[in-house]
């Protein structure tokens, strides 16, 4: 993983004083398309594992003007529409309220930033809306945040039952899984079960850990090949599932879910895996073409005819995600 060029030179180039830009238009910032709160949640987490304080600063002072009178969070912000907004101006689809909700807790929890005016305040509003959540990407990246507290917060514990209700309710023998279809960073939900059993011991989750992480391994593969679920359809169950455009947070969370079923089990099988799903990023995919470029900036998407050529927030956030939990495990590319 030698580079010359820093890891953190991609998230530099697409932040400004505002915060980190939501999209690229091929290897630069494409302001048009405005910020989005995920983006700058998850980049807190980099900034803070990479103790860049200037950056975290940015990202938290972005989070800090977000609040809305009601004490939420607007999701979106553009720098000549008007500042702060909860519409998607851009006309591409992109993430529920409650998923960026739910990323912005586990940056403030994981980055300890909770204890601290006016997040503290944020944290309590974004928990009192939380007990309403459905999606479980939402609660699965808020658990991410909880598992790195002291204590057992009452959410937590409403969380966890959320996930287990949830595949009880859908898992069948051919299909371990908390819905009828997988999407976009599917790998979160078992992630953020891992996590809680390596900081908090929870024998109840680690049977569905299992079973959710080995369903994932063997559907999002070809021949041993690792391949995300393309976002042209999704994958319903009992339909063809697509293979195009697969997307590079996809490949990140399954790195870092591995790391977690890694460390906790000191099975072999999930190293050999990360391995692999690490490596997606550098051409051992269903197209050989690499995702990173010579600056260490990474590609949007693995497309039929190659790759998408921008360069966005969310793909190279998780991909230095990925990074991480690589150096982590001591994977070279």
């Known amino acids: 993983m030698k580079n010359k060029v820093s890891p953190l030179w991609k998230i530099k180039q697409l932040t400004t004083k505002i915060g980190i830009y939501q999209h690229g238009k091929l290897n630069l910032p494409d302001p048009q398309k405005g910020y989005a709160l995920e983006d700058?949640?998850?980049?807190?987490?980099?900034a803070h594992a990479f103790k860049e304080k200037n950056l975290e600063k940015i990202?938290?002072?972005?989070?800090k003007k977000a609040q809305t009178?009601?004490?939420?969070?607007?999701?979106?912000?553009?720098?000549?529409?008007?500042?702060?907004?909860?519409?998607?101006?851009?006309?591409?689809?992109?993430?529920?309220?409650?998923?960026?909700?739910?990323?912005t807790l586990w940056a403030l929890l994981k980055t300890k930033n909770f204890r601290k005016d006016p997040f503290k305040k944020i944290v309590n509003n974004l928990k009192n809306h939380a007990r309403s959540w459905t999606s479980p990407r939402a609660i699965a990246a808020a658990l991410l945040g909880m598992a790195s507290l002291s204590y057992n917060d009452p959410l937590e514990e409403k969380f966890l039952e959320k996930l287990h209700l949830l595949f009880e309710k859908?898992?069948?023998?051919?299909?371990?899984?908390?819905?009828?279809?997988?999407?976009?960073?599917?790998?979160?939900?078992?992630?953020?079960?891992?996590?809680?059993?390596?900081?908090?011991?929870?024998?109840?989750?680690l049977s569905i850990a299992e079973k959710s992480?080995?369903?994932?391994?063997?559907?999002?593969?070809?021949?041993?090949?690792?391949?995300?679920?393309?976002?042209?359809?999704?994958?319903?169950?009992?339909?063809?599932?697509?293979?195009?455009?697969?997307?590079?947070i996809d490949a990140a969370y399954m790195v870092c879910l591995l790391e977690k079923a890694y460390q906790k089990t000191k099975n072999k099988f999930y190293l050999?895996?990360?391995?692999?799903?690490?490596?997606?990023?550098?051409?051992?995919?269903?197209?050989?073409?690499?995702?990173?470029?010579?600056?260490f900036a990474?590609?949007?998407?693995?497309?039929?005819?190659?790759?998408?050529?921008?360069?966005?927030?969310?793909?190279?956030?998780?991909?230095?995600?990925?990074y991480l939990a690589a150096k982590r495990l001591k994977i070279e590319k």
């Open 170 to 205: 859908t898992a069948q023998e051919d299909w371990k899984w908390f819905e009828n279809y997988l999407v976009y960073a599917n790998a979160i939900i078992p992630w953020a079960l891992w996590e809680e059993n390596l900081k908090k011991e929870r024998p109840n989750s």
């Open 272 to 295: 050999v895996w990360a391995k692999k799903w690490w490596k997606w990023f550098w051409g051992e995919n269903i197209q050989k073409k690499s995702l990173i470029d010579k600056n």
């Open 40 to 46: 700058q949640a998850r980049a807190l987490i980099i």
């Open 69 to 103: 009178p009601n004490g939420l969070l607007y999701h979106y912000f553009y720098e000549d529409k008007g500042g702060f907004c909860d519409k998607e101006l851009s006309g591409e689809k992109k993430s529920s309220i409650q998923e960026a909700y739910g990323i």
């Open 59 to 63: 990202y938290l002072n972005y989070i």
């Open 213 to 248: 992480t080995i369903f994932l391994i063997e559907t999002c593969q070809i021949k041993g090949i690792p391949a995300p679920i393309g976002n042209k359809n999704w994958f319903q169950k009992g339909q063809e599932k697509p293979f195009y455009d697969q997307q590079p």
């Open 298 to 322: 990474c590609f949007d998407a693995l497309t039929e005819n190659g790759v998408n050529l921008n360069q966005g927030a969310e793909s190279n956030i998780c991909f230095l995600m990925a």
